[in-house]
C-alpha cells in the first residue's frame, strides 16, 4: 500500500489483533511498524497513539518501566501538539499503569487530569470512565464513600449515553 496513513491502520489493526491473541511478540512488532509509518508521514499524533498502544502492549506483557516510557514519550507529543484528547487518554492509561502498582497516589493523580480534560472536552465517555476508575482506586484505599458517589457519577455519565 502507498498510502501511508492506510498502512498505518492496517498495522494498528494487527498489532491489536495479535494483542488479543495474546501474540505480544508480534504485537509489538506492528506497532514498531506503525510508529515508523508515522514518524515517515511526520505525522506526531500518530507517533504519540503509537507509543500509548506499545505502553498497553509493554503493559500486558508485565513489562511497567518500558510501559510507562512509552506513556511518558506519548505525553510529551500530545502537550506539544496542545491535543488534549490524546493528553486525557495517556493520563488514564498512566493511572492504570500506576493502579498495576499499587501506587494509589499517582493513580489518582492521573486519573483527575484525565477527568479534567475530558470535563473540558465534553467528553462523557471519557469522563465517565475516568470517574469510574477514579471509584475502583478510591475503593482499593479503603474510602468507600467516596468510590460509591464516583461510582454513582460514572453510571449516571454512561446511562446518559444510553447505557445501563
Known sequence: MK????????????????SMKSDYKASLEYLEQCLAVAQELDDPKRVANAYRNMSNVHKNTGDLPQAL????????IN???GNKTGLADTYNTIG???????EWGKALENY?????LYEELNDQKGKAQATQNLGATHLEMGERTKAVEEFLQ???LYRTLGRR
Open 3 to 18: 498510502d501511508g496513513r492506510a498502512r498505518y491502520e492496517a498495522y494498528t489493526t494487527m498489532a491489536v489483533g495479535s
Open 69 to 76: 516510557a512509552m506513556c511518558q514519550k506519548a505525553l510529551v
Open 79 to 81: 502537550e506539544q501538539l
Open 96 to 102: 492504570n499503569l500506576y493502579t498495576e502498582q499499587d
Open 112 to 116: 483527575e487530569r484525565s477527568r479534567a
Open 154 to 156: 460514572s453510571l449516571d
